[in-house]
């Protein structure tokens, strides 16, 4: 089945640790996002690739890193940089251009 | 900049009866998509419809069709003979073009409307 994953669905860490989300799709998709949710709150945009090797950053990439080193996967780094690192994390694709993105479950990550 | 706008945070809706969630858009742009994405409790966003800014008929996909009005910059999502599973967070969202400051495709969404089907 063509999809998207995302792992863990769950993540906690400690204040001060680098954390990585995982994103892999076999959709063959050239492009690839990364999303944050806060509660009662729309996506928004932190970092997005639309081809391999090559990144830009969105609305809110601050505290954030990401690599496209594989057309499949899409990893991004949540850092101690980060001041409210507490969201849910949605990573997509899409064959690009005007077309919808499909969605992964999402990672809820917790910090304390 | 590119705006969504959704003004209903919740809404309720007996089953069987039909529904439209609000959706009102700012943009400059001549070439754009407007999309509806579900949100059930599990989180995952569930693409529903897709409308193009050209194109004339409005979008329909089984029980879900896009009232589209170009000049008033409204995008309505209509949902016919509703269902307990329909419950979910619904979220209006639109493209930019290609090469729009770099961001080829990326979505703007709107902060969603909680639609409760009631039995």
């Known amino acids: 089945d063509g999809g998207i994953t995302q792992s863990p669905k769950y993540l906690f860490r400690k204040e001060g640790q680098n954390v990585t989300l995982s994103c892999e799709q076999n959709?063959?998709?050239?492009?690839m996002y990364w999303y944050r949710q806060d509660p009662g709150q729309g996506l928004r945009l932190i970092y997005y690739s639309q081809i391999v090797n090559d990144f830009q950053k969105g609305d809110i990439a601050e505290g954030y890193s990401v690599s496209r080193e594989k057309k499949e996967s899409f990893p991004l780094t949540v850092t101690s940089a980060q001041k409210n690192p507490t969201a849910f994390y949605l990573c997509?694709?899409?064959?690009?251009?005007?077309?919808?993105?499909?969605f992964g479950p999402g990672t809820r990550l917790t910090v304390t | 900049a590119q705006k969504i706008t959704q003004t209903q945070p919740g809404m309720f809706v007996q089953e069987k009866e039909a529904v439209t969630l609000d959706c009102t858009y700012d943009?400059?742009?001549?070439?754009?998509?407007l999309f509806w994405y579900k949100q059930p409790s599990s989180g995952e966003m569930i693409f529903l419809i897709y409308q193009g800014s050209y194109d004339e008929q409005n979008a329909t996909e089984g029980r879900y069709s896009l009232n589209f009005q170009k000049a008033r910059k409204s995008a309505n999502l209509v949902i016919s003979a509703s269902q307990l599973g329909d419950s979910a967070m619904y979220f209006c969202a639109m493209s930019s073009p290609p090469n729009y400051g770099g961001s080829q495709g990326n979505l703007i969404f709107g902060k969603g409307t909680k639609l409760s089907v009631k039995p």
């Open positions: 997509a694709s899409s064959s690009g251009g005007l077309g919808e993105q499909y």
């Open positions: 959709l063959n998709h050239d492009a």
């Open positions: 943009t400059s742009d001549q070439s754009y998509g």
